[in-house]
């Protein structure tokens, strides 16, 4: 398992486009994909459990991935925060 901390920079934090690209790219990964924000723990591969989160803009979230390609979808996963979602 791995975990690294990031922080989210787009504006307005992860909203419905932020979350649904998230789980949509977090899916096509086999890994088991937690996001961790103010003390709860969540599917990464949900986008409703992503907004129920309601993770602001510069905030820090977690994320924690378990599973043969987990070092490929964590460099992907950071790739897309880090972009802003574009």
Same mark, same amino acid.
């Given at each position: %398992?791995? $975990? /690294? !901390? %990031? +922080?989210?920079?787009?504006?307005?934090?992860?909203?419905? *486009?932020? =979350?649904?690209?998230?789980? @949509?790219? =977090?899916?096509?990964?086999?890994?088991?994909i937690k996001i961790g924000y103010n003390g *709860?723990?969540?599917n990464g591969k949900s986008a409703i459990g992503? +907004?129920?989160?309601?993770?602001? /803009? *510069?905030? $820090?979230?977690?994320?924690?991935?378990?599973? /043969?390609? !987990?070092?490929?979808?964590?460099? @992907?996963?950071?790739? +897309?925060?880090? *972009?802003?979602?574009?």
């Amino acid at each position: %398992m791995i $975990v /690294e !901390e %990031m +922080l989210v920079k787009n504006t307005f934090g992860f909203h419905l *486009r932020p =979350a649904t690209m998230f789980a @949509a790219a =977090a899916q096509g990964f086999s890994s088991d994909i937690k996001i961790g924000y103010n003390g *709860r723990i969540v599917n990464g591969k949900s986008a409703i459990g992503l +907004l129920k989160l309601e993770i602001k /803009e *510069r905030e $820090v979230i977690s994320i924690q991935i378990d599973g /043969e390609d !987990e070092t490929e979808a964590m460099k @992907a996963l950071i790739q +897309l925060i880090n *972009r802003e979602f574009i």
